[in-house]
């Protein structure tokens, strides 16, 4: 039986393109059954609408400071299609504690930056300013505190020197798209074991792949 998703949005909705394309591939552990956005004019609604998903807005606007209705109306949904595993994808609402706790172990988040580093806000900008060389994304189950949780899947990327957070933004994008349906296919498959604050996937071996950036370097 394919699992149930939810994918929540709030505005362009690529990797929520991404998590559907993958989930029509009939070998797929999950199906999606639903794209919930919080904002009626997010871009993501009609793409979602295109490929055949049911979509759902519920405004958060209309709740004002009041996260708990909000998060009532978003449960019924939930339950009315009885959703198994929620996919934040670009969803700029905070949750509660309550809320996400209801669902931990059940709700991924992806961030562009290889997490713990630069949690937040213009991640991408804040890797440049740090100076490292290599960044990339993060697919993490959801806890109370904002971009962290336990790491389901990573992708790097090369930062190079004339990167603006723009670039390094299309180049971490690309390889987000290839991590989110990956580490869904994983999650719902039931490949990974929650052991405290980490996510194991006891079948996957590491790979001996190595990036290295600035590279290679000539003999000068
Ligand atoms: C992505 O970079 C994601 O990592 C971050 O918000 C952005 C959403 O982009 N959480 P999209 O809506 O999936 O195109």
Redesign the pocket.
């Known amino acids: 039986m394919k699992r149930r998703v939810a994918i929540l949005?709030?505005?362009?909705?690529?990797?929520?393109a991404a998590l559907i394309d993958a989930a029509k591939l009939s070998d797929f552990p999950a199906e999606i059954a639903m794209v919930i956005s919080n904002q009626p004019d997010a871009p993501?609604l009609v793409t979602a609408s295109q490929s055949g998903v049911p979509t759902l807005t519920i405004e958060s606007k209309r709740f004002g400071k009041d996260r708990a209705a909000f998060e009532a109306a978003l449960q019924t949904a939930l339950d009315q299609h009885k959703v198994e595993l929620i996919c934040?994808?670009?969803f700029m609402r905070l949750l509660t504690a309550e809320f996400v706790q209801r669902w931990y172990g059940r709700m991924l988040?992806?961030?562009?930056s290889l997490l713990p580093s630069f949690p937040g806000l213009e991640p991408q900008a804040q890797a440049l300013r740090a100076g490292v060389k290599i960044s990339g994304?993060t697919v993490h189950f959801v806890i109370p505190e904002t971009d962290a949780g336990p790491i389901v899947m990573q992708g790097a990327v090369p930062v190079a020197d004339d990167d603006t957070p723009e670039t390094l933004?299309a180049r971490?994008?690309a390889v987000?798209h290839r991590i989110y349906p990956d580490a869904l296919r994983l999650v719902a498959g039931g490949g990974v074991r929650l052991e405290g604050d980490l996510c194991k996937a006891p079948a996957n071996v590491a790979r001996e792949d190595v990036l290295i950036a600035p590279g290679p370097v000539s003999p000068l």
């Open positions: 949005i709030s505005g362009r909705g690529s990797n929520m993501g934040l994808a670009g988040n992806i961030h562009p994304a933004a971490i994008l987000e």
